[in-house]
């Protein structure tokens, strides 16, 4: 009987946003994911930071990929290379941006045999003035 008499007083109220109960865990949240061209040796790694947390992969292979890390809507997040693969240097494509609805797709690593090719050197970069 008091089963019924709860059940006939929450129904006679009505229900706002702020008596709804939510669970920790459940925010929106997308994954920050992308694709590596050229690897030919073990070893790249990536490190994604979005607010104060840190998430951290490695990729041996070609292909795509995806960080575990779920990014709340609105966070800004970014991608940097922590190692580099023997022999070999990469560098990165749309590496940060703020997260939005259906994830971020639009990390690009590219990777190289290592050298230097004189007429593509960035100039401004590693104080080279």
């Given at each position: 009987?008091?089963?019924?008499?709860?059940?006939?007083c929450?129904?006679?109220?009505?229900?706002?946003?702020?008596?709804?109960?939510?669970?920790?865990?459940?925010?929106?949240?997308?994954?920050?994911s992308?694709?590596?061209?050229?690897?030919?040796?073990?070893?790249?790694?990536?490190?994604?930071?979005?607010?104060?947390?840190?998430?951290?992969?490695?990729?041996?292979?070609?292909?795509?990929?995806?960080?575990?890390?779920?990014?709340?809507?609105?966070?800004?997040?970014?991608?940097?290379?922590?190692?580099?693969?023997?022999g070999?240097?990469?560098?990165?494509?749309?590496?940060?941006?703020?997260?939005?609805?259906?994830g971020?797709?639009?990390?690009?690593?590219?990777c190289?045999?290592?050298?230097?090719?004189?007429?593509?050197?960035?100039?401004?970069?590693?104080?080279?003035?």
């Open positions: 009987m008091k089963k019924y008499i709860m059940l006939l929450l129904l006679a109220q009505p229900l706002l946003a702020g008596d709804l109960i939510f669970k920790a865990g459940f925010e929106n949240r997308g994954l920050v992308g694709v590596v061209n050229g690897l030919t040796a073990p070893g790249l790694s990536l490190s994604l930071s979005y607010g104060p947390n840190l998430a951290f992969l490695t990729v041996d292979e070609n292909g795509p990929f995806t960080f575990f890390g779920e990014v709340t809507f609105g966070t800004t997040w970014t991608v940097a290379i922590n190692s580099q693969p023997a070999q240097s990469c560098s990165l494509q749309g590496n940060s941006g703020v997260m939005a609805p259906g971020a797709n639009t990390l690009i690593v590219d190289g045999d290592g050298s230097n090719n004189w007429d593509e050197m960035n100039w401004n970069q590693g104080n080279w003035q």
